[in-house]
């Protein structure tokens, strides 16, 4: 059972203990029409019963009104597909600041969140963008981190032969910085021999 799966069946479950209702929405977080804060309110302050024209136009006031509202309900709100919206705001935010060494570690954090619900080619794609990142700012200990994780994806969809360019890089990287981590990517790559 997936996680969106788990989620609504678990509020189904839990559905008597919140008498005043369910309020749920996927902000499908890896697809281009993400809902922002102000479109998920907007869906909230309709099913709580709002008129349109008394809903705010902007977030702050929306958030104030939406807590108001719901201030004396018992009620389950269930946010869908959450972490990858949680790491592309992240992402937006670390762009804005120009804080590239924050923006390849959440592209890490997502590209692996990717890897565990078997989104191989997005997981690639961010690994990919996050060795960019740190190959321009020379961040070679986080470019090394990257490239394990890299490959551990990459074994996961193509094989380990695929994934011994990325670990072999990852493990030069570190026995050049002198890193206790090297011997971990030893063992992987004899664990993961060529065939």
Known sequence: MGKSALAIHLAHELAGQFPDGVLYVNLRGAE??????L????QFLHALGVA??????DLHTAVAWYRSVLAARRMLVVLDRAAVACYEQSLAICRELEDRHGESITLESLGSLHRERRRDQQAIACFERALAICHNVGDRYHEARVLRE???TVAAASGADAAHP??????DILESLGAPEAADLR???NDHPMA
């Open 39 to 42: 479109e998920v309110l907007v």
């Open 187 to 189: 063992w992987l790559l």
């Open 150 to 152: 890299l490959g551990l």
């Open 32 to 37: 281009d029409q993400r809902c922002s804060p």
């Open 166 to 171: 990325h670990w072999k890089a990852a493990l």
């Open 52 to 57: 349109s024209e008394q809903i705010p136009s």
